[in-house]
């Protein structure tokens, strides 16, 4: 048994792949959301693992016949559904290629080539973004990929706290505060909540129809206030620039501005929407950005690199070192004595880490910047037209102006209104109430037809759905045919 | 421009694979350790990501001629550093299909196969291991793969400390103690900082040599009763089995009869070692573990799965749940209202996951449990050969008692005195620390050389070199090889 036999090696990579184009090649039939109920595999697999090996060929069938059935599409054309997943050939065989070195980077001297090409590629990506120098090694601070936004924001919020504890004295951990929009994504609250910040010290602040939900420095400073004057401390910001339910961006510049005031660490959360930002048009978006602390982005949400990629810059690398390095015996070496390396393992939370600097070298050099930059607007532009449909049948409304490539939209009261006076009965539904009940009626309907897969959210108490266009494989015709998708079944359920 | 064009992808595919399988076949060829130094690839690059796209031809080349020899090479198979991270043909393809389908499995219904396939799998490596039902799904328990153990120990942490503080009151966070040995991975004590444990509150409990470095039941008692005098409460012990140091094994059945009568939770760490506890011989090793209440290895480590992949089980799922729950508007569904499904996001510190299953299922069907078992044996019997020779050189000893595919030997003070006093001058150093400074130069010339790469510890103020046998590569003669470089460089160092 050699199980890095490089002929069997060969034999069943190039397999592989030719099923992964096949699979690409026929992804659109698929029905994109998976349609199987719950359980539905344990009654086709056996209960114990194999005692003897079984032939690919075997598992692949297996894998064919079970287990793509389970799956929900994200590379499918027709799926708008949460954010996108982009992968791309560049994305691919950069993983493929850390997969195949299979080593473990946590120092530079476990793989200098992992942290050296990890550091090269945060300030290429880091400068594509105009990012102030004091974000890049060039300047005074640097980047790290890490696997998530969680954990981009876990370890922020770790360097914060502990930064402010050593002001404050560690017994008063208690007294830290940290303040989100009711827009900001939930991993903060659960960040938060992990570092020991106590449950009533974490900041929902209300956001606005009126102002595009949008966290307004007005409010913040006023929670902020109301905090000092209880004897509270104001920790952490995090602002986001596109936020998950409907793409809001919080005004950077004014939010820093209070925070400084304050002392407190402010992180900019751009999960979704920092790719774009190596567009001209869009880096206004970010904008302030030079006044906070920290700034992430996903680049498996939207910047071709596949899952999983988080890239997370800082000013003062020295705080994450501070709260997160680690000194064992065994991992010491000269050359990170010698002060003239980086040691990654000191800027998240786990120890192992793979080699995903490759994915983001891999697709910056196939892709090129100005591709990349028109590839994002293609979405843009897609969106822009799917937006133009919307418009167009009276039934329906744009929620909220649309920011980037996500349209959030939804059958009209008006529209379920004469429904409800006409054939559905509701009982004592007010309008809104059953507005949102058909809403969500029409979207389980598209999704279970495995047509397309589109989710939902729920802003200021309506309910809209999210058509969010960045899956790599879309191209117009499946735009319009969406649009075709969510008419059809929304002229279904009124004539119901 | 389709960045997962069928046709460009299926080239580019084949195009790797084949370079993969080139890789493996020269592997030996390199130097194991990478004798790049600090800051090598800067002027190797440019200073600006590409803005037009570069063919992949010319990326490949400058992965040959700048990247690869800045790379230590894990899969070599005179890799005897660290632990190894034993890459397989399965565990390879398993991670291709989880980054082709590029999925983000942060709940069952965002793709039902990726949650469902992860249960089997842990229920059936979890009845591979004979663990008890209670941490099995198909008893009351279950199991999740998370990226490291270090994900493992955090998540467990929060569970533990919530559990506690639900009884003690939120308040009462600084009163919470964590116990671990001076073996345990440091990994922990990052771990307890981060969730919030106050630095004076974690237990370092001394071990000896005379006991091979196990943690005792009777020093935890004592340092528990000191803690509970002084007003503090117990919350958290890790026992490991196979520690990083010397692969030290902590009594895991004794230990938890201390640690419940305090109400602690136990989390077994047997990230190395857990494993090899598939074979019969081996699993008298983790009794006990019926006590704890989590229990997790790494599958990239020892068990072919490319990296990475930590299993974990735990008894109560409930207490997981609780503490890393999120509740999103938008990430509402049926199938998780029904509570007939495992949402995945809430056991972990992230939201978004890669579909690791398919890695672990590769594993277990091609090369099935009684093939995997004789695999590992071989490590064990190549480390057995390793040590015999390591005895027959009088120079040396073997420091420890060899458990597993680990030794952890040096050269004699006797055998460094008698170089002390012939050639080598090292003013007034004692004995011990010119064994310790030989041994380290030993370590340092033979990393030097490329040939091997081995790594080292420290205990009870002892260095140790460590040959740690389980890169799926090495046979019988590269350890024969491996002992030959370590005498001839030790031979270098005596005659100089």
Redesign the interface.
């Known amino acids: 048994?050699?199980?890095?036999?490089?002929?069997?090696?060969?034999r069943?990579?190039?397999m592989?792949?030719?099923?992964?184009?096949?699979?690409?090649?026929n992804i659109a039939d698929y029905p994109v959301?998976?349609q199987?109920e719950?359980?539905?595999?344990?009654n086709l697999?056996p209960?114990?693992?194999?005692?003897?090996?079984?032939p690919?060929e075997?598992?692949l069938q297996d894998?064919q016949q079970?287990?793509?059935?389970?799956?929900?599409?994200?590379?499918s054309p027709n799926y708008f559904a949460?954010f996108p997943?982009s992968?791309?050939?560049?994305?691919?065989?950069g993983?493929?290629?850390s997969?195949?070195?299979?080593?473990?980077g946590f120092n530079?001297?476990?793989?200098?080539?992992?942290t050296?090409?990890e550091s090269?590629?945060m300030?290429?990506?880091g400068?594509?973004l105009k990012l102030p120098k004091a974000f890049l090694f060039?300047g005074s601070g640097g980047g790290v990929l890490l696997?998530?936004t969680?954990?981009a924001l876990?370890v922020t919020l770790?360097a914060a706290?502990d930064k402010m504890l050593s002001k404050i004295g560690?017994?008063n951990?208690?007294r830290l505060v940290v303040y989100v929009s009711d827009q900001t994504?939930?991993?903060v609250?659960?960040a938060a909540?992990?570092?020991?910040i106590?449950?009533k010290n974490f900041r929902v602040i209300k956001t606005m129809k009126s102002t595009s939900f949008a966290l307004l420095p007005e409010s913040l400073l006023s929670a902020i206030q109301t905090d000092v004057q209880n004897g509270l401390v104001p920790c952490y910001l995090c602002a986001t620039v596109g936020t998950?339910?409907t793409t809001a961006i919080d005004p950077l510049g004014p939010l820093c501005k209070v925070a400084k005031k304050y002392g407190m660490w402010v992180h900019v959360d751009a999960a979704y929407a920092g790719s774009v930002c190596i567009c001209p048009e869009f880096r206004q978006l970010i904008d302030g950005v030079e006044d906070a602390n920290s700034f992430s982005l996903?680049a498996?949400k939207w910047f071709?690199t596949?899952?999983?990629c988080c890239c997370l810059w800082v000013k003062d690398p020295a705080s994450l070192i501070k709260?997160?390095s680690?000194?064992?015996?065994?991992l010491?070496n000269s050359?990170s004595d010698?002060k003239?390396?980086v040691d990654y393992k000191d800027w998240q939370?786990?120890?192992?880490r793979?080699f995903r600097a490759?994915k983001v070298?891999?697709v910056?050099?196939?892709?090129?910047?100005?591709?990349l930059r028109?590839?994002l607007r293609s979405h843009v532009e897609m969106a822009k037209a799917f937006e133009e449909m919307v418009r167009k049948d009276q039934r329906f409304e744009i929620f909220v102006p649309r920011n980037f490539a996500v349209v959030c939209f939804r059958l009209l009261p008006s529209a379920v209104a004469k429904v409800g006076n006409g054939k559905v009965q509701n009982g004592g539904l007010k309008t809104e109430d059953l507005a949102n009940e058909m809403n969500r009626r029409l979207l389980d309907s598209i999704n279970g037809s495995g047509s397309v897969y589109m989710?939902?959210?729920?802003v200021g108490g309506v309910f809209v759905i999210?058509c969010a266009i960045g899956a790599?494989?879309t191209d117009t015709p499946h735009v319009v045919k969406a649009w075709k998708v969510v008419q059809d079944h929304a002229d279904a359920i009124q004539n119901h």
């Not at 997969?99 to 473990?104: A, E, S």
């Not at 939370?349 to 192992?352: E, K, P």
């Open positions: 048994m050699n199980p890095l036999d490089p002929r069997e090696f060969r069943q990579g190039h592989i792949i030719d099923f992964l184009a096949d699979y690409y090649q959301l998976s199987v719950p359980g539905y595999l344990r697999v209960d114990f693992p194999p005692l003897n090996p079984e690919i075997t598992i894998l079970h287990i793509v059935p389970g799956i929900t599409h994200w590379q949460y997943s992968g791309s050939t560049a994305g691919f065989i993983e493929m290629l997969t195949g070195f299979n080593l473990v530079w001297v476990s793989s200098p080539a992992a050296e090409l090269v590629v300030d290429w990506l400068q594509a060039s696997g998530t969680c954990e876990l770790v706290r560690r017994e951990i208690s994504h939930c991993a609250q659960k909540h992990i570092i020991g106590h449950p998950t339910s996903n498996h071709l596949n899952l999983d709260s997160l680690t000194h064992s015996v065994y010491e050359a010698s003239q390396v939370i786990t120890l192992s793979r490759l070298w891999l910056l050099r196939s892709y090129g910047v100005a591709n028109n590839f989710t939902h959210a729920i999210r790599t494989l």
